[in-house]
Nanobody
């Protein structure tokens, strides 16, 4: 499985960005696709996940109500719409996938990772 994250950039507080995670090499129907982020000086934080079969979603409390995760199975792409961005959302964002676990598990349970995309929220 290969994952390609894109869509990061510089945005002002209160602004929006949409990240994309394009996947390839799937060998089964079920995958759990998640977004993690790593802010400067902090550990990796799981922020949202979605399953490829039922579309079940999970959100960390830090982003609930502001971020929305969706999927387009025809394009094998998962999106993270980020609204009302705050300076504390500044981080490198990664997408990850796993064919076994469910929900926002710890990062070490995800087998496949894309490269990161930088999101900077600053005026």
């Amino acid at each position: 499985v290969q994952l390609q994250a894109s869509g990061g950039g510089l945005v002002q507080p209160g602004g929006s960005l949409r990240l994309s995670c394009a996947a390839s090499g799937f060998t089964k129907n079920y995958y759990n696709i998640a977004w993690f982020r790593r802010a400067p000086g902090k550990g990796r934080e799981g922020i949202s996940s979605i399953t490829t079969t039922d579309g079940d979603t999970y959100y960390a409390d830090s982003v609930k109500g502001r971020f929305t995760i969706t999927r387009d199975n025809a394009k094998n792409t998962v999106y993270l719409q980020m609204n009302a961005l705050k300076p504390e959302d500044t981080a490198v964002y990664y997408c990850a996938a796993d064919g076994e676990i469910y929900g926002l598990g710890p990062y070490w349970e995800f087998d496949y990772w894309g490269q990161g995309t930088q999101v900077t929220v600053s005026s």
